[in-house]
């Protein structure tokens, strides 16, 4: 160090180049400190003295020699410089400092130097990365990174006597919810089912938050498939039990998949995957369970990317028809309307019911593409359309609730129905789903639709997600009864009392009823006799048929079991008189 030479006496001199030294030490950011071969104090700087809580001077009272961590005396004693991360306080006061030591010999005395930088700062915000990275910030639930850590963790043990179980978790209808209540209620229940998840599990195994209303949970170790199938059916039960928030009693249910170490795989990914696979199948089934991977659910998922390729090309390549289905009223047998329903022919030429396809659309985006195309074909059969049912028959669209609540979309169709330049003979058919999604179809769709005179119809009513209640907020034209309630309604009385009450409600709410699916003559019968419904759809009328080549449509694999039962009740079918004529 070089200090400016000063003019004076030798004495004087030494005195103003001390305090000179002194000056500078006291103002230095960085904390510095002198310490003797007992660990005593020989010089504080101000900033040290901050930091330390020690008091400030060059040969401070060296009282408290706790607060620095670092043990002066073996670091003097091996020689050595060290660097140390030392914490002092704690809580909102706690400071990080970063020191480094030195052992020197000053004037034959061994003594240690050490100068603090406070990182406090830097390091909270390190640990606020590391949080974030590992931790999820809504629940507090560890990360996949986490979890993926611990079973690679696991694995490498490479214990096959160890067993553990992967759970795949999604929730069944977070989207309706987050719609309806909105995202506070929606995260609020997230963070109630974290909660829920979390009880009674062990210190051995975690649950994870994967994204959205995903989780992942490690069962470890395991005794038996039974234990796990067991502790799982008990932690489904309890998340079906309604959560109380915010004054609204929310119902979810949850899909879940399981994989095994080591039956269903031996590596993270593979066992991520084949619950994920597992958790699929559930979801396309019944939701609201759990399922163990099996190994014909990889087939099925070959099969799906089979089906998806065929669909980018059928869309690419226009493959789809429609296939109408008359809307009859029940009195008169007079067709009301009609319906149009996709079929998709594949690449082998075989015609496909949506029921193999239209999810998949949704899923991949090629959904409005798809709707675009029967308006089209609409449009284009409309004189047969009208030689066929009649110019008074309304045409119903299906929607799917993901479309019915996409603005962009919704726009550019009620263009496309206007320019068809009849738009007022159209209904557009959605799922009860769809008016969950409250603020965005009712307050932004409904009046589009509205404007343009296109009627609205609720499509599959009573096995959504909406309640009896929900339906008074609904404006809708029509209400379409689910088939699951119509079949055998004759000797249901459950299903019977249903019916009465939609019926009623939705007569005083002025929506005309319509029974889906109706099959047999005892079905019509009970319908014209118990109850005030007009409408009916079904097999016992008409099935769907292709108007080009006006006969019935090519029955499909999964319809050709009630295709020879409505044959069978041919002869008590009443008179019926348009499209009759195109049954053989
Ligand atoms: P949906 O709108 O409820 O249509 C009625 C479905 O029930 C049709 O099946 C019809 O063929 C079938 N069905 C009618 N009467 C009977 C009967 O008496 N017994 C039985 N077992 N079934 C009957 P499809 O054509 O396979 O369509 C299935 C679903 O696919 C439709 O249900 C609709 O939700 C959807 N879908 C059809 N076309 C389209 C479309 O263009 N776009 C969208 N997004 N979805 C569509
Ligand atoms: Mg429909
Ligand atoms: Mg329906």
Redesign the pocket.
Known sequence: MRIPPVEADDGHAAQIELDFLRNILGMLPAGVTVQDEHGRYVLVNDAAAAQLGLAAGDAATPTRLGHRQVNAVELLRSGRPALTEECIGDGRARQVLLTSHRPVRIAERPLLISTSTDISEQKAFEDQLFRSAYYDELTDLPTRRVIEHRVNKMLAQDDPQSRFALAFLDLDNFKQINDYYGHTVGDALLVELARRLGRELRETDMLSRISGDEFMLLLAPIESTQDVADFIAKMLDRLRAPFFIDGSEIFTSTSMGVSLYPDHGRSYEVLRQNADLAMYRVKNGGKGAAAFFDAGMEHEALARMKVEQSLRLAILEKRFCC?F?AKVDIRTQEIKGI?????LRDDAGVIQ???TF?NLA?ELGL?DE??HL?LAEIVKSIDLINDTFGHEATIS????AQ?AGNPEFMTSFVRALEATGFPKRFIV?V?EDAFVTKSVFQQDILPMLRNIGVGISI??FGIGYSSLSALADITADEI?ID?SFITDIHRRPRSQGILRAIESLSEALGMTVIA????SFEELAYLQAATRIRYA????FS??IFLEELRPAVP?AS?AR?SLASRAVQPNRPAYSRGERYRR
């Open positions: 296939a289905q319906e149009a329903l996709v079929r019911a949506p029921g239209v949704v959904i798809l709707t029967v669209i299906n929607v799917a479309q058919e799922t499509d599959d379409k088939r889906e699916g109706l099959e759809q079904g097999y016992y099935r769907p499909l319809e009630v």
